[in-house]
């Protein structure tokens, strides 16, 4: 048996950064071109607040109504006047600006037996955090506050459980005769695995409250505001697996002759969800092998093999819903993982 802590740390590791947005709510305090589509013409033009307070930014060409029935949104085409760079959308830089450590608690054995047979066991119980969730893919939600996107990297799985097996039937090993030929020379091995869930993040995809301007080909994306633990109370199944009611949608997109009543209010603030917040689908899995070996003087076998993947055939869940706007936020989408598989072996030894 072996017990061992085992940890890491990662300082000034490279990630993607959009260096083109815009502080939050820092479209609130300037002035903009009240219509986007004459910007260039030298006719001078009215100019607004960029984001009136209440108005939130949407991809161009969707609007939603507030509870008095006005717009309560701004084409995110207007941000394009106040960016740091003008003329230009999203920036996508690599930088080494971002962290990550990784603690863990690490257990082994092994115990042997008579002849082959043995039994191994590992399990791992651990955390891994980041502010640079993947590997130049997406940036953080806000640049200027990196250390809001700290939160379990998505890798982390917090316990991890091994256990293999291989046993030798202990009766007629040197296999003399037709008996010792049908019975001896058995021997049945396993796996056995279970970890728990990957993180998975909540996105809000074409609703920018705060005028930060990720909207378009920027590789940040937005979050929306979390009030409790997704995790507690979750129903964990196929139609929803977790709590979704913790996430608060953005305004419905609706057109101007709907009710105005069915529309979500605004909020003006970055979305307040972290990285990783959703414990995702454990994963359980038994793998079983049957063999027979069957000598042929004192350098030749026969091995015969039947070996079965997932053998009790269960179901493990893969990827979720995340789309805070979707119909199906929440629910499992496909594709689950390997379902059982069964084949059979021979091998000859010489």
Known sequence: MTVGYYGSKGTNLIGIVDINLLAPEQARGLQCAQNTNYIGQPTPLTTVQCQPNGYAFRNSG?????????STTVDALILDQIRPYRGY?????????F????????????????????????????KNLTDSQTDRSSSPQNPYDIRGDYGRAALDRRHIFTLSYVYELPFYRSQNGFIGKVLGGWEASGIVTYN??????????????????FLGPSA?????????????????TQ????????????????????????????????GSAGR????????TRVDFTMMKNIR???????????????????????FLDLNVTSTGFGAVVAPTRDPRVIQLAAKFYF
């Open 62 to 70: 969707n609007v939603a109504l507030n509870p008095q029935g006005n």
């Open 89 to 97: 959308r999203a920036i996508n830089i690599i930088q080494p600006r």
């Open 99 to 126: 962290n990550s450590n990784y603690h863990s608690l690490q257990v082994s054995g092994q115990h042997r037996f008579t002849g082959a047979s043995q039994v191994n066991l590992a399990y791992t119980f651990s």
């Open 196 to 213: 728990t869930g990957l993180p998975f993040t909540v996105s809000s995809a074409g609703f920018d409250p705060a005028g930060i301007g």
């Open 220 to 236: 940040t994306g937005p979050r929306p505001n979390i009030i409790c633990n997704p995790n507690e109370n979750a129903p964990n």
């Open 239 to 270: 139609q929803q697996f977790f709590n979704t009611s913790c996430f608060q949608a953005p305004p419905l997109v609706q057109a101007f002759s709907t009710p105005a009543a069915s529309v979500v209010p605004l909020s003006s603030d970055i």
């Open 276 to 283: 990783g917040v959703i414990n995702g689908p454990s994963t």
């Open 296 to 318: 042929f003087g004192e350098s030749m076998r026969l091995q015969l093999r039947a070996e079965a993947f997932n053998v009790f055939n269960k179901t493990n869940f893969r």
